[in-house]
C-alpha cells in the first residue's frame, strides 16, 4: 500500500443522536469546569506578579476577606491552575476524542458518574483551601499540613482520572478484539498511551496520599480534638520522593493532550499535513517508557538520597527531552509544508503564509513557540550543574509559566475556540477578539519568563512574598528594579489577555446553539507519511509502537528499577516530623 499522503481521515458517522448529544454533554462539562477553575486561578495570578513587582497588595482589607494570606491565594492558584483546570480539561479532552476515533461507543453513564465523582473531589479540596484549612501549595510538601477533607479530596479527584482512564484503555481493548491485525488509529494511540503513562505516573501520589498523607493527617486531627498530646508524624522526604514520582511525569500528563492537538490537528487548521505517524506514535511511547522515572531532578537539593541516583535520573531526564525535540522537528516540518502549499518561500518568509487570521492557528503556534525556550530552560533545570543556580528561585516559575502556562493552557484556549462549536453548536463569537486573547497572553508570559528568569538569576526565591519583607532593602540591593518592571507589566497584559478570552470562551458557551456542532468536524490531518491500516503489512516501527498494554508493563517496570532502590533505604529509616500549620 502507498502510505504517502495518506487523506484526512473523518470520525466514524455517529447515528443515534441522542447518544451522541450525551457523549458530547460530558465533554463538554469537563470542558467548561475546566475554564471555570482556570478562571479563578488565574485572577489570584496577576497579585503574584505584582508581588514580584515590589508592591503587595495583600495588607488590603476587601482582599483579605478572600484570602487570608499570600500563601493561601499560591495554594489556590497552583492547584486550580495547573492540577484542577488541567485535569478536568484533558478527562473531556482524551475521552471524546479516543471514542470518536476508534467509532465505539461507551456507556456515558458511567461517563458522567466519572465526571461527577471528579467534581465532588473537586469541591470538598476546594472547601478546604477556601477555609484556609490546607495552604500546603500545590506540591503539598509535608510536613505542612491540611485538613483530612484536602486530602481525601484530592484522593477522590486522582480517582475519578482513573474512572476516565479505565474507560479509554478498555474501549480500545474492545476495539482491538473487534478489529484484530489493524493498526490502532493515531489519535486513539496518542489518547491510550497517555492514559497508560497517566497510571503508572499516578502511582507515586497515590501511595503518598493513602499511606501516609490520609493517614496522618486523619490521625493528627483525631488526636487534636480528644485533646490529647499530637504523635502522628510524617517522613517528608519519603513524602517528597513519591510526590515527584508523579509530579514531574504529571508535566507530561499537561503536556501530551496538547502534543495531540499539535500533530494530529494543527496541521490541518494550517491546511497542511502531519510529517509522520510512525514517529509520532514513537514519540508517544517514548514518554510512555521513559516520562516517569526521572523526579529526583526535583530533589537534587535533597540530603539523603544517594547521589548517583540523582545523575541516573539527569540522564534519563535528558533522554525524555528526545520525543520532544522529535515533536519540534515534526510540527516546524509540517507548518513549512503547509505555508509552501500556500505559495510560501524562502528561508523564513514561509512564515507569513501560515494562517495568522485563524485564532485557533494563532493560540496553538504562539504557545508553541514560547515552549522552545520553555523546554531549554528545563534541559537547564535537569543539569545537575545549574540546578543549585535557579533551584528555588524565581527562574523556576519563569521556566513553567511558558510550559503548563502556555503549551498546556494556550493550546487548550485555542482547542476550545473549535471544540465547544464542535460540542455545543454555538458559533465562535468574535474570531478577531480571540486571536488577540492568545497574543496578548502569548506576550505576558513572554515578559513573565523574562522577567522572572532575570529575577531568579540574581537570586530572587520563588514562593516568597518578597514585596512584604521586613527589611525591603535586601531585595532592593538585589539590583533587580528592571526585570521586577517587566513582571509587573506582564501580570496587567496577562490580565488583560485573560479577561478577552474569558469574555469571548463564556460568550460563547452561554450563546444559542445555531448549528449541528458536526458540522465543525474533528480536523483531522491528513499525514504525508500514514501508518497504514493494516498490521500486517505495516512498518516495524508501526508494529513496535501498536501494543501499548505491553510496553506500559515495560514502563512500570522501568520505573521500579529507578525508584526502588531511592525509596527502600528511606523506608527503612523513617524519619517522623509532626505536622505544620504555618499561615
Ligand atoms: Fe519542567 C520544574 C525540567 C518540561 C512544568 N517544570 C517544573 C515545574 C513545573 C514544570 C510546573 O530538571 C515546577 C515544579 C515545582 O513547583 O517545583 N521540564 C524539565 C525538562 C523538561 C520540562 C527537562 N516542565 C516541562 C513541561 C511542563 C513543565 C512540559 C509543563 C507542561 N522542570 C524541569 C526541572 C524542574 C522543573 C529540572 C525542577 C526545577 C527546580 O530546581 O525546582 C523537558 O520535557 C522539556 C523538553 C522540551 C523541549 C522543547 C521542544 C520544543 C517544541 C516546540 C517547537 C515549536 C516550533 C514552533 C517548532 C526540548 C516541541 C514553530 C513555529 C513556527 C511559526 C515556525
Ligand atoms: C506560581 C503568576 C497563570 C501555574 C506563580 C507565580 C507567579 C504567577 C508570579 C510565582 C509565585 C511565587 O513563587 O511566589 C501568574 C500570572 C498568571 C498565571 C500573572 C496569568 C494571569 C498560571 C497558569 C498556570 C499557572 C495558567 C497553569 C495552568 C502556576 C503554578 C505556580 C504558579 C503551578 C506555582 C505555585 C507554587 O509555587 O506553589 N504564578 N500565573 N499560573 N503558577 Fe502562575
Ligand atoms: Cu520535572
Redesign the pocket.
Known amino acids: 500500500a502507498d502510505l504517502h499522503n495518506t487523506p484526512a481521515r473523518v470520525a466514524p458517522a455517529v447515528t443515534d443522536r441522542a447518544y451522541l448529544a450525551s457523549l458530547k454533554g460530558v465533554t463538554a462539562a469537563y470542558v467548561i469546569t475546566a475554564f471555570v477553575a482556570l478562571l479563578i486561578g488565574v485572577l489570584i495570578g496577576p497579585l503574584q506578579a505584582l508581588n514580584y513587582a515590589g508592591i503587595n497588595v495583600y495588607d488590603n482589607q476587601l482582599l483579605r476577606l478572600l484570602v487570608k494570606s499570600y500563601y493561601q491565594g499560591l495554594t489556590l492558584h497552583?492547584v486550580l491552575n495547573?492540577l484542577v483546570f488541567?485535569q478536568f480539561f484533558i478527562s473531556g479532552w482524551m475521552l471524546y476524542l479516543p471514542v470518536r476515533d476508534l467509532g465505539m461507543r461507551i456507556n456515558t453513564k458511567f461517563a458522567w458518574g466519572t465526571y461527577i465523582v471528579m467534581t465532588l473531589g473537586l469541591v470538598l479540596t476546594a472547601a478546604a483551601l477556601l477555609l484556609n484549612d490546607a495552604t500546603v501549595?500545590?506540591?503539598l510538601y509535608p510536613p505542612m499540613m491540611g485538613t483530612p477533607l484536602f486530602y481525601i479530596g484530592a484522593s477522590i479527584f486522582v480517582a475519578a482520572s482513573w474512572g476516565v482512564l479505565a474507560q479509554v484503555v478498555y474501549t480500545w481493548l474492545q476495539w482491538k478484539r473487534q478489529n484484530p491485525g489493524r493498526v490502532t488509529p493515531l489519535v486513539a494511540h496518542m489518547s491510550v498511551a497517555t492514559w497508560l503513562m497517566w497510571f503508572i505516573a499516578s502511582l507515586g501520589l497515590v501511595a503518598e496520599a493513602l499511606l501516609f498523607l490520609v493517614p496522618w493527617s486523619v490521625q493528627t486531627w483525631l488526636q487534636t480534638r480528644a485533646g490529647g498530646p499530637v504523635t502522628a508524624t510524617i517522613d517528608p522526604l519519603i513524602a517528597r520522593t513519591l510526590f515527584w514520582w508523579t509530579?514531574?511525569a504529571?508535566?507530561?500528563f499537561?503536556?501530551l493532550p496538547?502534543?495531540i492537538a499539535?500533530y494530529a490537528f494543527l496541521p490541518r487548521h494550517a491546511g497542511g499535513r502531519l510529517a509522520s505517524e510512525p514517529l509520532t506514535r514513537l514519540a508517544f511511547v517514548l514518554f510512555l517508557l521513559n516520562g516517569v522515572g526521572?523526579g529526583l531532578?526535583?530533589q537534587?537539593?535533597n540530603p539523603n538520597i544517594d547521589n548517583t541516583w540523582k545523575i541516573i535520573h539527569?540522564f534519563l531526564?535528558?533522554l525524555?527531552?528526545?520525543?520532544?525535540?522529535?515533536?519540534?522537528?515534526?510540527?516546524?516540518a509540517a507548518?513549512?509544508d503547509a505555508a509552501r502549499a500556500r505559495g510560501g518561500g524562502g528561508v523564513?518568509g514561509w512564515?507569513r503564509r501560515?494562517p495568522w487570521e485563524n485564532p485557533v492557528f494563532v493560540g496553538i503556534?504562539l504557545s508553541?513557540?514560547s515552549?522552545?525556550p520553555?523546554?531549554?530552560?528545563?534541559?537547564?533545570?535537569?543539569?545537575q550543574a545549574f540546578?543549585p543556580v535557579?533551584?528555588?528561585?524565581a527562574?523556576?516559575?519563569g521556566?513553567?509559566h511558558i510550559?503548563?502556562?502556555t503549551?498546556?493552557t494556550m493550546t487548550f484556549m485555542a482547542v476550545s475556540f473549535w471544540l465547544i462549536p464542535h460540542l455545543l453548536g454555538k458559533p465562535l463569537p468574535s474570531p478577531r477578539l480571540a486571536r488577540w486573547s492568545q497574543w496578548v497572553w502569548f506576550w505576558g508570559m513572554i515578559l513573565f519568563a523574562v522577567g522572572m528568569h532575570w529575577q531568579g538569576l540574581m537570586g530572587v526565591p520563588?514562593?516568597a512574598q518578597v514585596s512584604a519583607v521586613s527589611q525591603p532593602e535586601v531585595y532592593e540591593a538585589m539590583n533587580v528594579a528592571v526585570p521586577r518592571l517587566l513582571t509587573g507589566i506582564s501580570g496587567v497584559l496577562l490580565l488583560i489577555g485573560g479577561l478577552m478570552f474569558f469574555y469571548v470562551f463564556f460568550k460563547m458557551v452561554f450563546s444559542k446553539s445555531v448549528q449541528d456542532g458536526e458540522n465543525v468536524p474533528i480536523p483531522y490531518s491528513p499525514a504525508i507519511s500514514g501508518a497504514g491500516e493494516d498490521l500486517a503489512s505495516a512498518s516495524p516501527l508501526v508494529r513496535l509502537t501498536e501494543p501499548l498494554l505491553a510496553l506500559g508493563v515495560l514502563g512500570l517496570i522501568i520505573v521500579l528499577l529507578v525508584y526502588l532502590p531511592v525509596l527502600l533505604p528511606m523506608i527503612t529509616n523513617m524519619q517522623g516530623a509532626p505536622g505544620w500549620q504555618l499561615w
Do not use: K
Not at 320 to 332: D, E, H, K, N, W
Open positions: 497552583g495547573a488541567t501549595l500545590y506540591t509530579g514531574h504529571i508535566v507530561y499537561w503536556l496538547a502534543y499539535w526521572v531532578h526535583h537534587f537539593a539527569m531526564t535528558f525524555v527531552a528526545i520525543p520532544s525535540l522529535l515533536t519540534a522537528f515534526s510540527v516546524a507548518l513549512e523564513v512564515i501560515l503556534t508553541m513557540i515552549f522552545i520553555g523546554g531549554a530552560g528545563g534541559i537547564v533545570n535537569a543539569s540546578a535557579v533551584h528555588n528561585t527562574w523556576i516559575p521556566h513553567f510550559t503548563v502556562g503549551a498546556t520563588r514562593r
